[in-house]
């Protein structure tokens, strides 16, 4: 029988946890699915990520209403995907005044939002509960080259492009007066990378980028939140050894001259030892492998996933 495609058989609800990391920050998680990051300061709250659909948004503020009935001020885009940026709207009945992203997020989301949405809406049906609220992309209404400062009141929260990553416009929000740090996917834990429009060559370093600032807790894209200086190396390290590994295995391939195929014989074999066993790992392998590919043969910018390449490459990889 033929793998269903993508994740449309994936229908198990997460355990969704709401976990206070310091005095002003807050970790929305659910067991492998897209994580958001909360920060309410003296004046007004800040979101990271929105959730894929104003209605599944609905959680995330209940859980804000729960400990504080401060204005949400501001959403930041960690990057384009539709499922971190699609419940954007929601906020703005609670008080939003600024959408705000990353050159790079504002480039793509001219370039490939639409078939984004649409490609993702049909890989991962779950993940987007209440799909008919959204409506339409999520356009930032403030666009930053390299890094911002905001103050929510008295506490300093900047907001930086580190470098390509996970996709070219990767977004991190960083507390500096507490050590926090919300990385979006550019750091997943337990869960697989998806990197169908990365920068994978580049990756590694902004890795480092991100852990020069010694972060002492972290909210990856998916997993759970990292609560000690030692398990945000851990996150980090993962992240790259996932990374590097994958765009081995596309090099090897290509030099060998293998099909995609053959690429992705090759590349189960020195990724699934080591993640068969994480969150989404079987989702994002067909995407990642294609990437790696496509990066290894010279294509530096992502081709753009549309629903119909979605599915001629998830039917052409299948035994």
């Known amino acids: 029988m033929a793998k269903a ?3 449309q058989a994936d ?3 997460k355990k969704v946890t709401f976990t206070q990391l310091s005095e002003n920050a807050w970790a929305y998680t659910a067991e492998g699915d897209p994580n958001s990051g909360v920060i309410i300061g003296d004046d007004g709250v800040l979101i990271v990520d929105t959730t894929a659909t104003p209605a599944m948004a609905q959680d995330l503020i209940a859980k804000i209403r729960s400990v504080t009935d401060k204005p949400i001020k501001y959403v930041v885009l960690s990057h384009y995907h539709a499922v971190r940026v699609l419940g954007a709207s929601a906020y703005f009945e609670e ?3 600024q959408v705000i992203a990353s050159r790079g997020t504002y480039e793509m989301i001219v370039e490939r939002g639409e078939q984004d949405m649409k490609s993702e809406i049909e890989r991962f049906p779950r993940l987007f509960a209440g799909v008919e609220t959204v409506p339409g992309l999520t356009w930032p209404t403030l666009v930053f080259e390299k890094e911002i400062t905001l103050w929510l009141g008295k506490l300093e929260v900047k907001i930086a492009h580190l470098g390509a ?4 416009g990767d977004t991190v929000v960083w507390l500096p007066s507490q050590k926090v740090l ?3 996917d550019l750091v997943e834990y337990d869960a697989a990378c998806y990197c169908g429009d990365a920068q994978l060559e580049e990756w590694p370093a902004t890795l480092e980028a991100l852990r020069k600032l010694e972060p002492h807790k972290l909210v990856p894209g998916r997993g759970p939140a990292l609560l000690t200086p030692a398990d945000v190396d851990k996150g980090i390290d993962y992240t790259k050894d996932f990374v590097t590994t994958l765009l081995q295995a596309g090099r090897e391939a290509v030099a060998q001259k293998l099909d995609l195929k053959g690429a992705m014989a090759l590349t189960r ?3 699934d030892p080591k993640f068969a066993q994480v ?3 079987e989702h994002c392998l067909p995407f990642d492998v294609s990437r790696a590919y496509d990066e290894a ?3 530096r910018h992502p081709r753009i996933w549309t629903a119909e390449r979605d599915k001629e490459m998830w039917t052409a990889l299948q035994d």
Not at 165 to 168: E, N, P, S, Y
């Open 5 to 7: 495609f993508a994740s």
């Open 11 to 13: 229908l198990e609800e």
């Open 95 to 97: 008080g939003a005044q």
């Open 165 to 168: 990553g996970h996709t070219k």
């Open 182 to 184: 919300f990385s979006g």
């Open 269 to 271: 074999k020195s990724m």
């Open 279 to 281: 969150f989404i790992y």
């Open 297 to 299: 043969s010279g294509i």
